[in-house]
């Protein structure tokens, strides 16, 4: 079955600090593979996507992230954070080759952000 | 252009009351998702449609809950009887799906669903 493993339940780090936050999936194939964050109160807002190609794709807000295949792991990372990036962030996958369409999520990482 | 919208953004209910959240997605967009998103469970898929079909309902978890989905555009999520564990924050998420595989979801900023 389809699983997604966020291992950090709770980051905290300096403003301007770097920053890796760490996505595991259990998939079948190589999935579709996203990261999504949501501010207090809000929806999730995409942050990035790997479909193919480049293993390591740049989102917004300077976010990075690199598809590691052996490691079944995609995480997220920023060079410098910034204290408006604390928020909750969320990887997920789907199934590729699929009509069905619906995405599997982890259970979210929250990040706090110190002055 | 407009996002993903969803009403009410909150909603109070007594327990065993029925309540319908409602969806509009992206213009254009064929495929339509729900979502719940609660503190035990985190972020639980319920249903899918791709025009008004519901392919996969999988995720509904009672027959307390239906969707449906008119004009390829609008849905709407009613839960009858509403139970405590159905609080929650219902996410509706909207996508092209034009190439038949997983495409971009963009998501909606939910209703917070409260049941007393």
């Known amino acids: 079955a389809q699983s997604v493993t966020q291992p950090d339940i709770h980051i905290t780090v300096s403003e301007g600090a770097s920053l890796e936050l760490r996505c595991n999936y259990s998939?079948?194939?190589?999935?579709?593979l996203f990261w999504y964050v949501q501010s207090p109160g809000q929806g999730l807002q995409l942050l990035l996507k790997y479909f193919s190609g480049d293993t390591l794709v740049q989102g917004i807000k300077g976010f990075e992230a690199e598809f590691k295949r052996s490691q079944s792991s995609f995480n997220l990372r920023k060079p410098s954070v910034h204290w408006s990036d604390a928020a909750e962030y969320f990887c997920?996958?789907?199934?590729?080759?699929?009509?069905?369409?619906?995405?599997?999520f982890g259970r979210g990482t929250q990040l706090t952000v110190w002055p | 252009g407009a996002g993903v919208s969803q009403s009410p953004s909150n909603k109070v209910t007594e327990k065993g009351k029925d309540v319908e959240l409602r969806c509009d997605p992206i213009s254009g967009h064929t495929a339509l998702y729900w979502y719940r998103q609660s503190l035990g469970q985190g972020l639980e898929f319920l249903i899918y449609f791709q025009g008004n079909s519901a392919p996969d309902k999988s995720g509904l978890p009672s027959d307390r809950f239906s969707a449906e989905r008119t004009g390829g555009s609008v849905s709407t999520l009613t839960i009858q009887r509403t139970q405590q564990e159905d609080s929650a924050v219902y996410l509706c998420?909207?996508?092209?799906?034009?190439?038949?595989?997983?495409?971009?979801?963009?998501f909606g900023p939910g209703t917070r669903l409260t049941v007393l």
């Open positions: 998420a909207s996508s092209l799906r034009s190439s038949g595989e997983t495409d971009t979801q963009y």
């Open positions: 998939y079948g194939a190589t999935p579709y």
């Open positions: 997920a996958v789907g199934a590729r080759g699929s009509t069905l369409g619906r995405l599997y």
